[in-house]
């Protein structure tokens, strides 16, 4: 199901037919790197983070992760762009992840974007919210660009990790 189009990109929701993309993504180097590693090592292992995370927002929130499609390459699936509830988060948090070499072509903002307009105008999401690791530069970089401010280090998760929250009023 079509979310939103930019002049690029065509956005979608994330069904169990993309555990291949996914199980691909979840394993790049950046993704390990700046994520973690989610230990799923299979097309099986990807569907059921599907079913249990994605499928389950878009039910729980009316609102998720979407995979980003190029349009003019046969609708080629470069990464994942969208919303989350974190219990641990004030606000909800925007996120984003691409195979590496679609980095450094601009996608990233073009799809970030257009996921904040439908924060704001679909979702009615009056402050948005993201973290990430200290070292992920590029990250924090397209953060900045569009316009969430840094806020503080906070801990989430359990694993008592020190995150940058960024937020941003719609």
């Known amino acids: 199901m079509i ?21 691909k993504l979840v394993n790049t180097p950046d993704w390990i790197k700046y994520i973690g590693d989610r230990n799923i090592k299979t097309v099986e292992q ?9 499928l389950k927002c878009y039910e729980t ?8 499609q190029l349009k003019d390459d046969g609708l080629k699936t470069i990464g994942t762009f969208g919303l989350l509830k974190r219990d641990t988060l004030e ?10 070499e679609y980095h450094g072509k601009g996608y990233g903002f073009e799809a970030a974007s257009e996921v904040m307009k439908l924060a704001k105008n679909r979702f009615k999401i009056q402050t948005l919210c993201a973290i990430t ?18 806020q ?11 995150l940058l929250l960024f937020a941003k009023n719609l």
């Open 133 to 150: 690791l200290p070292i992920n530069q590029p990250s924090i970089n397209l953060l900045g660009k569009l316009g969430l401010s840094y």
């Open 3 to 23: 979310i939103a189009e930019t002049d690029r990109l065509i956005l979608s929701k994330i069904t169990l037919d993309d555990a291949p993309f996914i199980l």
């Open 91 to 100: 606000h909800i948090d925007i996120g984003f992840s691409m195979l590496p």
């Open 61 to 68: 929130h009316g609102f998720g992760y979407y995979k980003a």
């Open 152 to 162: 503080k280090t906070v801990k989430p998760f359990e694993d008592d990790e020190e």
């Open 46 to 54: 990807a569907a059921n983070h599907i079913e249990n995370n994605q």
